[in-house]
């Protein structure tokens, strides 16, 4: 059976996204980026939120024209297009680029899809994460530690009652300081 995996960036105090919605802050070099795509050119298929899918698909269609657009961006652009997606909305009602829209994460389907994909499938969306996450989806959390303290932001892991036990897997430090952190849930 595939496994659902949650790769994310996030700064050292646990934020994914700055005030009013700021990125700026990733440090996405070609190494970095380079590492994503041969991650996720392995994956079955992308699972994620309505704000995610929308954030790349008014970009990553046509990213590969763009002059200013790096080797590793103009094969994540083939990669984002090329692969199944699956994006859990209430409200969006169409969607292009080999995309299926659901409306609620439904366990049963989701395992039915792991079961039925030859390898991986990667969460993307931190709300999407969230509710995966409470439903004791994710098996396998990758997180990128940007060399930053924001300070505040939206936190990556929201206050909860649900425990989580993961193992840690592998880590690797990338040259511009970032750090990934695999863990395996238990």
Do not use: C
């Amino acid at each position: 059976m595939s496994q659902l995996v949650l790769m994310m960036s996030v700064s050292l105090d646990g934020y994914f996204e700055g005030p009013d919605g700021d990125l700026g802050w990733q440090l996405v070099d070609d190494q970095l980026h380079e590492h994503f795509n041969h991650r996720l050119e392995a994956m079955s298929g992308f699972l994620d939120g309505r704000v995610t899918y929308q954030l790349m698909a008014d970009y990553w269609p046509t990213a590969d024209r763009d002059p200013a657009a790096t080797p590793p961006m103009v094969e994540f652009s083939r990669i984002w297009r090329d692969m199944p997606k699956t994006v859990f909305s209430r409200t969006l009602t169409h969607a292009d680029w080999n995309t299926t829209i659901v409306r609620t994460v439904d366990p049963h389907a989701i395992n039915a899809l792991k079961a039925a994909s030859a390898t991986d499938l990667a969460v993307g969306g931190a709300v999407l994460a969230t509710e995966m996450r409470r439903l004791d989806l994710i098996d396998e959390y990758s997180l990128y530690v940007h060399p930053v303290i924001l300070g505040h932001g939206r936190p990556l892991f929201p206050p909860s009652d649900t425990r989580t036990d993961v193992v840690l897997a592998e880590t690797h430090t990338f040259e511009s300081g970032v750090t990934m952190l695999r863990y395996l849930r238990r």
